[in-house]
């Protein structure tokens, strides 16, 4: 199982980004974003499970949202107001047959 993540980039605060992460499977189970910023551990931001259901951090509740696209086996984080405190790379995580999955990381980086 590959995952590919796309999509990290420069943006100003209170700007957007949508991060994409394709995989090679299309019947992937529960579909999460990570992230890491320098210094800290890596956090849980957004999870997707295969009925639909979502949950979030709360730092990032009401600013993002995680979807899928199950035609096109990839999964979005749509990010709006972003703020400073949002600069770190992204990882997407996939879990298929209980086996968990990691993406390479994409850097996201809030600044004016």
């Known amino acids: 199982v590959q995952l590919q993540a796309s999509g990290g980039g420069l943006v100003q605060p209170g700007g957007s980004l949508r991060l994409s992460c394709a995989t090679s499977e299309s019947d992937m189970n529960t579909m999460s974003w990570y992230r890491q910023a320098p210094g800290k551990q890596r956090e849980l931001v957004a999870s997707i499970f295969s009925g639909g259901y979502t949950n979030y951090a709360d730092s990032v509740q009401g600013r993002f949202t995680i979807f899928r696209d199950n035609s096109k086996s990839t999964v979005y984080l749509q990010m709006n107001s972003l703020k400073p405190e949002d600069t770190a790379v992204y990882y997407c995580?996939?879990?298929?047959?209980?086996?968990?999955?990691w993406g390479q990381g994409t850097q996201v980086t809030v600044s004016s």
């Open positions: 995580n996939g879990i298929r047959n209980y086996r968990n999955y």
